[in-house]
């Protein structure tokens, strides 16, 4: 039995061996936990570093074993059972357990208390030299406590090595001879579809064949429950249960397949903070980033850099169909003998705690941009194999020719300069055309891009991911051996005239010498670029307030116009981004210059003053299923002249599906989205993220409105975070949470020349 204990923690900022035993006031405190708000701009690791004390008291069961677990302890972790230590973990990335049998009398409570060293130590990965993010502090994942029978399964792990067979592995502790296991496979609507049984003992492997199995897809991500019974005659002593997919996920040189067809991997980095909390966040904030990646940015791929996340993250990710690619902690140093031992143990964590979940595509097993040490990643790669024989390995570099000891070349790829191809040739990558080549980041640092930049800048930002995606998509559909670039035409298909495919399969009017650079590049498996959202660092990054702004949001998740370039691949619902003001007063001399439009839509007219003006055309610079549109050659206007009303209609199936106004606005408003406004207590407290745009009375972004906001709440629910923010870029946000009680509570939001908004929550428990 796994019960939540999340609650009923006390902390302090100063641990003593007394504070251990109980001794003193403390405070009160909840996990997930940061142990200090961390602010917006300026943060650095002197807001978290020190060594921190936790303490709860825990009550022992009268029979079985217990068992206490910590998903996330950053960094250094020593605990102790009444003042006596017991158990250490040195990874803050990773969850670890132990025993807590033994350790107090049956039926007695003992003070369970944790050491917590969060400061940074050359002898722990990822440390020892400089790291481009914040490492943060505290118990900041859940807690657990699980009882156990004295006899106990330890480990289940389920693969399937193809659409119909589960492969489902045992692990058992202490188990009596005549013990049986009962193995079912449960379906999405509670069913159980495969039954097994089997003789206990400590490792069993039992073979399911099921027949009628819906696959692990990314349109349709059908889950599957392994129960595991362990049982002594009738009675069930033990039992675990495990989520699994019917998937089968593999990287050939042309590419990757998921469940034996081809999936160009479109998607984004994933750092785990968020402003003010760190990355101390409950379920519903981790689950709400997966949400954000797949269904408004439509990835379908998101790599966990540069650590192992969240469960509740990879949970999310299996429900949606957000295929992972995870790796071990680490960046671009790599320490000794000791400090490589624990990489390894971070490894061996890493996928003995993920290994069923079927959204993990891929392992990352060299330290992010590190150098070459073959005898190092030999072991890492073993490791990995022996643990994981279903998936494929890789590792991040980011210089071209490494020794390619993984089963695929990750690679960051920053050679676009926005006036060159999108990405190098894989020949000029990879030592081995025969394995996968995947871009693991790209942009990033190559163009910082902050909320409040003019608009040639945003749009430039936005038409560097459309390179780098574009070029390796089209490099990934022109790479087989017949390659008729169906898969290409199939997407562009949707879009009736559209500009790549003249482009494309004509050679009149175009040598398409740019097409032709990237083209020549054998397949990419797919492109993750740099990054989800912008993110604090360490001073030797940044830009200089120690925030890197490389991601295609911003910090609270409101979208950048780089955002439009993944959201406008949807086919699922309309988009339609444009890429200027259309205020000649923002541009130099006036001239507007290319406006891009970031648009899923067949076809984008435009109107000025509701006059028709022109019919914008894709732009094949970017082969991506859905290319921008560009605007050019237009009169867009003159200094001295009557601005007007700018109208872009987007056509589909012959209808306008989306409109966007642009023009000189007087008015602005507050626009609002919140993640939920149901709070619930199941495992620990609830936050929501809020997210706060100032728009103007066209509905538009303004990025110039640095305008003060306030957050007021009132009722059963509290605010993380400072309660007067600055609309940066015209975006900002807050997170509000529930605080252990049932009820209502409502949030106020109000900017001048704004107006307010209001938000209201309830909260079970
Ligand atoms: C890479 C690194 C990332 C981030 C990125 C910025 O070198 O792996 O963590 O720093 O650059 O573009």
């Not at 099921?210 to 696959?215: N, Q, R, S, Y």
């Not at 009736?496 to 590049?521: K, M, N, Y």
């Not at 012959?654 to 709070?679: C, D, F, I, N, Q």
């Not at 015209?730 to 938000?759: D, H, N, R, Y």
């Amino acid at each position: 039995m796994k019960l939540s204990l999340c609650d009923g923690w006390e902390f302090t900022q100063t641990w003593t061996e007394d504070f251990a035993l109980g001794k003193g006031k403390a405070q009160q405190v909840r996990l997930p936990h940061n142990p200090r708000e961390i602010p917006l701009h300026g943060a650095s690791p002197a807001d978290y570093e020190g060594v921190w004390g936790y303490r709860r008291a825990v009550r022992l069961p009268e029979t079985g074993r217990a068992f206490l677990q910590l998903d996330g302890a950053a960094h250094q972790a020593a605990v102790f059972v009444d003042g006596v230590q017991v158990a250490e973990h040195f990874c803050g990335y990773t969850a670890f357990r132990f025993e807590l049998t033994g350790h107090g009398k049956p039926g007695h409570t003992v003070w369970v208390a944790v050491r917590l060293d969060s400061r940074e130590d050359g002898d722990v990965p990822p440390f020892g030299y400089v790291i481009d993010y914040l490492t943060y502090a505290g118990l900041y994942r859940e807690g657990w406590l699980d009882l156990r029978a004295d006899s106990l399964i330890s480990d289940v792990f389920v693969h399937t090595p193809d659409l119909k067979t589960a492969v489902i592995q045992v692990e058992t502790d202490s188990v009596q001879q005549d013990h049986t296991l009962l193995c079912e496979i449960v379906d999405g609507g509670g069913k159980a579809v495969w039954q097994g049984r089997e003789d206990a003992g400590q490792r069993v492997v039992l073979t399911a064949q099921v027949d009628g199995a819906l696959p692990w897809t990314m349109d349709a991500p059908h889950l599957y429950r392994c129960r595991v019974s362990l049982l002594d005659g009738g009675d069930v002593v033990d039992c675990q249960e495990v989520p699994f997919g019917f998937r089968t996920a593999v990287f050939q040189g042309d590419g990757f397949y998921l469940n034996g067809k081809r999936v160009f991997l479109r998607g984004l980095d994933r750092h785990q903070c968020w402003p003010y909390i760190g990355c101390a966040a409950p379920r519903r904030l981790q689950e709400e980033d997966a949400r954000i990646l797949k269904d408004e940015l439509g990835c379908n791929v998101v790599r966990t850099s540069h650590y192992p996340q969240s469960q509740s993250f990879l949970d999310a990710c299996d429900a949606l169909g957000l295929a992972v690619f995870t790796e071990l902690p680490g960046w671009q140093h790599i320490g000794g003998e000791g400090w490589k031992a624990r990489c390894l143990q971070n490894i061996r964590e890493m996928i003995l705690q993920n290994r069923n979940h079927p959204c993990v595509i891929l392992w990352g097993v060299r330290i992010n941009e590190s150098v070459d040490d073959d005898a190092f990643y030999l072991r890492t790669n073993a490791l990995a194999h022996q643990l994981d024989p279903t998936r494929a390995t890789s590792g991040v570099r980011n210089f071209e020719m490494s020794h390619l000891l993984e089963d695929v070349y990750a690679f960051n790829d920053f050679s676009h300069t926005g006036r060159n191809p999108g990405v190098l040739p894989k020949e000029q990558v990879t030592p081995d055309m025969s394995k996968a080549l995947i871009i693991s980041e790209c942009n990033g640092h190559m163009f910082p891009t902050k909320p409040w930049d003019n608009w040639a800048r945003r749009q430039e930002h936005a038409l560097r991911h459309a390179k780098v995606q574009g070029d390796s998509f089209y490099s990934h559909c022109h790479s087989e051996k017949d390659c008729d670039a169906s898969e290409l035409r199939d997407a562009v298909s949707k879009v009736p005239g559209d500009a790549f495919c003249s482009h494309c399969h004509s050679e009149e009017d175009c040598d398409g010498s740019e097409l032709r650079d990237a083209a020549e590049s054998p397949a990419h498996a797919g492109c993750i670029a740099w990054c989800m959202f912008d993110y604090p660092t360490h001073g030797d990054f940044g830009s200089g307030d120690r925030v890197c702004y490389h991601g295609v949001l911003d910090a609270f998740r409101n979208p950048k116009l780089a955002a439009a370039v993944y959201a406008s691949q949807r086919t699922d619902a309309p988009v339609l981004v444009v890429g200027s003001s259309m205020d000649i007063g923002d541009y130099p001399a006036g001239e507007i210059g290319r406006v891009y439009v970031f648009s899923n839509a067949e076809r984008v007219l435009l109107y000025k003053d509701d006059t028709f003006v022109t019919e914008l055309h894709r732009d094949a610079t970017y082969p991506l299923p859905h290319p921008p549109f560009v605007l050019e050659g237009q009169d867009l206007g003159e200094w001295g002249r009557r601005a007007g009303v700018w109208r872009f209609d987007g056509l589909i199936a012959g209808r306008v599906a989306a409109s966007v106004k642009k023009g000189p606005s007087a008015r602005y408003h507050l626009l609002t989205e919140v993640s939920h406004t149901h709070l619930h207590e199941a495992d620990s407290y609830d936050t929501a993220l809020v997210r706060v745009r100032v728009v103007d009375e066209f509905g538009g972004e303004c990025p110039y409105v640095q305008l003060p906001v306030t957050f007021a709440v009132s009722g059963d629910i509290s605010l993380s975070g400072p309660a007067l923010a600055v609309a940066e870029g015209g975006m900002t946000g807050t997170f509000v949470s529930s605080v252990g009680k049932k009820g209502k509570g409502v949030l106020k939001i109000a900017a001048p020349q704004a107006g307010e908004a209001e938000i209201s929550f309830t909260v079970t428990v």
